[in-house]
């Protein structure tokens, strides 16, 4: 079990918009503004898209953003292209034993 | 342009060993912190380690701690990872990545995989 709790999966068509959450506690997502969130294509490493809640990384679309309320953070992808078919993580850092946690992952499938 | 490479994975048996390594090219290796983060055969992923820049500070998970040790040569830019007392639930894809400090890990190699079997 993850320390980081998103759905499984989320579908979108083309040009919608789809927004992934992620739920954890006051020890890691509530407690600092440190979530990142992570593309992870087959056979290839994970790309970082957001860090520090709301900031993109060089080269990143801005059509991916994110967001922060209490224990919970979200990632939301604009105008949803068929390359955004990934999973996709989100991390945070946590004051417990861990350094960062995880979620378990969401499955992005562009109808 | 950052690049990493893991090597050293592959088959081994319960309670046996591996080292992982993990070389790192395009920046100032010694300034960065680095960690191990796998990921098992169709679970998500998983930090396991991390090393300071120095190699002075080490964090470890839980699920690894006692059995596996991460260290670093800054004068070869490369990235170790000794795993002993190797159980099945450590197949994975052992991934090696480059962590700016509160930003999360920017810079990734395509993994290694470890198959831990009998």
């Known amino acids: 079990q993850s320390a980081l709790t998103q759905p499984a999966s989320v579908s979108g068509s083309p040009g919608q918009s789809i927004t992934i959450s992620c739920t954890g506690t006051s020890s890691d997502v509530g407690g600092f503004n440190y979530v990142s969130w992570y593309q992870h294509l087959p056979g290839k490493g994970p790309k970082l898209m957001i860090y520090k809640v709301n900031n993109r990384p060089s080269g990143v679309s801005n059509r991916f953003s994110g967001s922060k309320s209490g224990n919970t953070a979200s990632l939301t992808i604009s105008g949803l292209q068929a390359e955004d078919e990934a999973d996709y993580y989100c991390?945070?850092?946590?004051?417990?034993?861990?350094?960062?946690?995880f979620g378990g992952g969401t499955k992005l499938t562009v109808l | 342009q950052v690049h990493l490479v893991e090597s050293g994975g592959g088959l081994v048996k319960p309670g046996g060993s591996l080292r992982l390594s993990c070389a790192v090219s395009g920046f100032t290796f010694s300034d960065y912190y680095l960690n191990w983060i796998r990921q098992a055969p169709g679970k998500g992923l998983e930090w396991i380690s991390y090393?300071?820049?120095?190699?002075?500070?080490?964090y470890y998970a839980d699920s690894v701690m006692g059995r596996f040790t991460i260290s670093r040569d800054n004068a070869k830019n490369s990235l170790y990872l000794q795993m002993n007392t190797l159980r099945a639930e450590d197949t994975a894809v052992y991934y090696c990545?480059?962590?700016?400090?509160?930003?999360?890990?920017?810079?990734w190699g395509r993994g290694t995989l470890v198959t831990v079997s009998s």
């Open positions: 990545a480059i962590e700016e400090p509160g930003e999360g890990f920017h810079y």
């Open positions: 090393i300071s820049s120095s190699g002075g500070t080490l």
């Open positions: 991390s945070s850092y946590t004051n417990t034993n861990a350094h960062v946690v």
